[in-house]
């Protein structure tokens, strides 16, 4: 079994950065794809950056402010310029094959809030 460990998070003025961190702890026998998602209430879970081994997928509305790193099982999204819309919970997520199975995992959620 993975779990997903997030850190990271706060409040924040607009303008300011942030950095969210998350790191995959278990039976790791290959990360497929991890990615950060994001959610505010009454709405869809939405992507915002997303790296597999082809390559990073961002949303339009993080391009040229977020950036996503990755060290092994250990996951970054380094956020700048931060908006007021960008206040949302953030979710790590990991596409892994573990010893025998393939499954996603899911981080217990961080609060960022952007706000002066």
Do not use: H
Not at 45 to 60: F, I, M, Q
Not at 71 to 86: G, T
């Amino acid at each position: 079994q993975v779990q997903m460990v997030q850190f990271g998070g706060g409040l924040v003025q607009p303008g300011e950065s942030l950095t969210l961190s998350c790191v995959a702890i278990g039976t790791i026998g290959r990360i497929n794809a991890m990615g950060w998602y994001r959610q505010v209430p009454g709405k869809e879970r939405e992507l915002v950056a997303r790296g597999t081994s082809g390559g990073t997928v961002y949303a339009d509305s993080v391009k040229g402010r977020f950036t996503l790193s990755r060290d092994n099982a250990a996951l970054y999204l380094q956020m700048n310029s931060l908006k007021p819309e960008d206040t949302a919970m953030y979710y790590c997520n990991a596409d892994i094959t573990g010893a025998t199975t393939r499954d996603v995992f899911w981080g217990q959620g961080t609060q960022v809030t952007v706000s002066s």
